[in-house]
């Protein structure tokens, strides 16, 4: 079993920049493929970037590409999310989620922890 953890969210202006951390439990952290997602009032959830368990690959949706940056610290078994250039339509529940597979998916279904969420709220 994994329990993920997810904090750093919060309001920002547009244009801003906030950090992610999603810390996992358990000593398998580091064979595990990680990935953030959200979820907007009203819509479904959505894949937003994922890393392979060794941090050799990542990936990311279009529409946060160049943005928001992926990685991971396996001996602090933490998951992160740079996001800059914030934009209002990123607002939304962040979630961290992992999968042991250990490689990047970007499908819901792929996943088999999740975390509570983290509220991010962008500004005009």
């Known amino acids: 079993q994994v329990q993920l953890v997810e904090s750093g969210g919060g309001l920002v202006q547009a244009g801003g920049s906030l950090r992610l951390s999603c810390v996992a439990s358990?000593?398998?952290?580091?064979?595990?493929?990680m990935g953030w997602f959200r979820q907007a009032p009203g819509k479904e959830r959505e894949f937003v970037a994922a890393?392979?368990?060794?941090?050799?690959?990542?990936y990311y949706t279009d529409s946060v590409q160049g943005r928001f940056t992926i990685s991971r610290d396996n001996a602090k078994n933490t998951v992160y999310l740079q996001m800059n250039s914030l934009k209002p339509e990123d607002t939304a529940v962040y979630y961290c989620?992992?999968?042991?597979?250990?490689?990047?998916?970007?499908?819901?279904?792929?996943?088999?922890?999740w975390g509570q969420g983290t509220q991010v709220t962008v500004s005009s």
């Open positions: 358990g000593r398998t952290f580091r064979s595990y493929a």
């Open positions: 989620a992992a999968n042991f597979r250990g490689i990047v998916l970007s499908a819901k279904s792929g996943y088999d922890y």
């Open positions: 890393i392979s368990w060794s941090a050799d690959r990542t």
